[in-house]
């Protein structure tokens, strides 16, 4: 046990030692590629051969120099407000997307509006119903038949009844009469 012991601890000096070998030739390294002109630094950001605490301190060495410096704040302000105004270019995106975005918006709300809700009366109903070819006729909306509300204003609305074949026959009813 005390010789797996022993190598165990020459083990962990021997790779203590490799550690320090690769910190010490990774900031050596680092030292040689700080010497150099910005361009060359750039180019060896990715190095393989530094720890990636040096690769971290040459991408932040080359940063500093791509930063460029800002202009007082009065001036700043003042550019900006400037440039603001003489540029007609935000009102014509902000024009562009009303215009995008307002008819869907307003088909949406007339789909919404024109859209009926399922309705039945719960007694025989006598109405004139107008077909889809243009002709009145008069036809009993037996109790229970599911018929579509539209344009409910008030108390009188109209409906609409499918019938197979034709399409849907229109009515104006008063809406308070048994309706379910």
Known sequence: MTNLDAQYRAAQTRLGAADDA????SRDRLAVLMRLSDRERFEHLEDADLAPQDRAELRRSVAVKLTRPRPPLFRLISTNWLRRRLRPRPLIRVGLRTAAIAPPCIWALMAWLHTGQLAAWDHPLSIVWTLPSGETVPRVLRPGAAVVLVHHRGLR?????????QGY??????????QQ
């Open 22 to 25: 690769i910190r010490r030739a």
């Open 169 to 178: 026959a229109t009515a104006e009813v008063n809406v308070g009469e048994g």
């Open 157 to 165: 609305s109209y409906i609409r009844y499918w019938l197979a074949g």
